[in-house]
């Protein structure tokens, strides 16, 4: 069973996408903080990660170039999925290897496709 950690602060936002992970039979790990889900990366690397960008503490993106720092060959997507759509979140997110941005509101359906795309990757 693939793991995903899912870091949002957002309790609905959360619910909302476990559910959908766990009914397509995914093992869900949450976090609410930046902070918090590189913790459990640094204790257990999970399949995939999806995260917010906005967060306290850490942000995503934050999060995201911490992760890479540490893990040098990092073998795990990461989906970022918010509601903040610039441009230069989506150039940021594009320079990124294996890094791909989803805006809220996401529909179930298409976060599950996300995340098996992403995996099949």
């Known amino acids: 069973m693939k793991t995903i950690l899912i870091a949002d602060d ?3 936002v959360t619910r909302v996408l476990r559910l959908a992970l766990e009914n397509h039979g995914f093992s869900v790990v949450l976090a609410s903080t930046g902070i918090q889900a590189l913790e459990k990366i640094r204790n257990s690397v999970p ?7 906005n967060m306290p503490g850490m942000s995503g ?5 911490k ?11 990461i989906l970022i999925v918010s509601s903040l759509v610039s441009r230069d979140l989506k150039e940021w997110v594009e320079g990124r290897v294996g890094v791909v941005f ?4 996401v529909s179930p359906k298409s976060l599950v ?6 995996l099949s990757s």
């Open 10 to 12: 957002d309790a609905y």
């Open 47 to 53: 399949d995939c990660l999806v995260t917010d960008i």
């Open 61 to 65: 993106r934050e999060l995201v170039e």
């Open 67 to 77: 992760i890479d720092e540490e893990f040098k060959v990092r073998k795990f997507p």
């Open 102 to 105: 989803m805006e809220k509101p």
């Open 113 to 118: 496709s996300l995340v098996e795309s992403a």
